[in-house]
């Protein structure tokens, strides 16, 4: 692969750079509700050397009801800088599946304006699989400066999702399962409908992953894409169930230099949710 620290590097790329003095490793696990994983006790065991922990549901909007929803720009910079992350510094995030939540803060870094930033490719899995070094230390923080400058065109809220399905002027693309998708599946979240938006695609997270949780080179990329029936000359909407996965599509398409793309934040927790919402059900059409 080429590392690019604006979208994803390898786990050598991280070893040669992780001494660097402003670099900034975060670790972003974030686990589906009931999968029996805790993701701060596991950071708390071992983690990549230096790296903090970015919780997902704090940092996060909570005066929404939705699950963790982007956070108002003052939060995230509080946050971040509790953390010792603020500008000048390059970050790299990873999680503890491979690639599942880390694009998740990959992008709300973007939507924060903050560029430099990628995904360890493989995560922790493949990190810890080629013997590196771990701690279980936390690392010494200094406060540093932040400033952000947010990218609302990243982000799409229910009524531009609707606008959208309704007059197909972009390509809505779910990142859940084909059995979520088509509704056969129930959702792992309470009192949410099954099925997908109307004219939406569907291409599962880990269609753009290898078997070992590393993402494919662009040009395979682009072919999932297509096999999908996604039209790449349209901007594109990702989605999954609440925001997470939609992300991973988000940085495939940054990857392989599609850069209209924005995430439906509320995804399938907010449209599966209210009956006034159209639904279709089985494969895409």
């Known amino acids: 692969m080429t590392d690019d620290p604006k979208t994803l590097v390898s786990t050598d790329w991280l070893a040669a750079h992780i001494k660097d003095p402003d670099l900034r490793v975060l670790d972003a696990s974030w686990y589906l509700p009931g999968s029996g994983r805790d993701a701060k006790a596991e950071y708390a065991a071992g ?25 108002p720009p003052e939060k995230f910079i509080s946050r971040l800088r509790a953390m010792g992350v603020g500008d000048g510094h390059q970050v790299v995030v990873y999680d503890g599946q491979g690639l599942f939540s880390a694009a998740r803060v990959w992008w709300t870094f973007r939507l ?18 080629e013997g590196r070094e771990i701690e279980d230390m936390p690392p010494v923080v200094k406060d540093r400066h932040m400033t952000i400058s947010r990218q609302s065109q990243l982000v799409r809220d229910v009524t531009q999702v609707a606008h959208s399905a309704k007059l197909g002027e972009a390509v809505i693309v779910d990142a859940r399962s084909a059995a979520r998708f088509e509704g056969t599946a129930p959702e792992p979240r309470a009192g949410l409908r099954g099925g997908h938006i109307p004219g939406a695609r569907n291409v599962p997270y880990t269609a753009v992953l290898n078997g070992d949780g590393t993402m494919k080179a662009p040009a395979d990329l682009r072919a999932v894409f297509e096999a999908a029936g996604v039209d790449l000359k349209k901007p594109v909407i990702t989605s999954c169930g609440s925001g997470v996965t939609a992300a991973v599509l988000s940085l495939a398409l940054e990857r392989m230099g599609h850069r209209n793309h924005s995430l439906y934040d509320g995804s399938w927790s907010e449209w599966g949710m209210y009956d006034d919402l159209a639904v279709e059900k089985g494969p895409a059409r």
């Open 47 to 71: 983690h990549i050397p230096g790296a903090r922990f970015f919780d997902i549901d704090d940092i996060s909007d909570s005066r929404s009801n939705l699950p963790h929803m982007a956070p």
């Open 112 to 129: 924060m304006g903050k560029t430099d930033i990628a995904v360890l490719d493989g995560g922790l899995p493949k990190w810890q699989a």
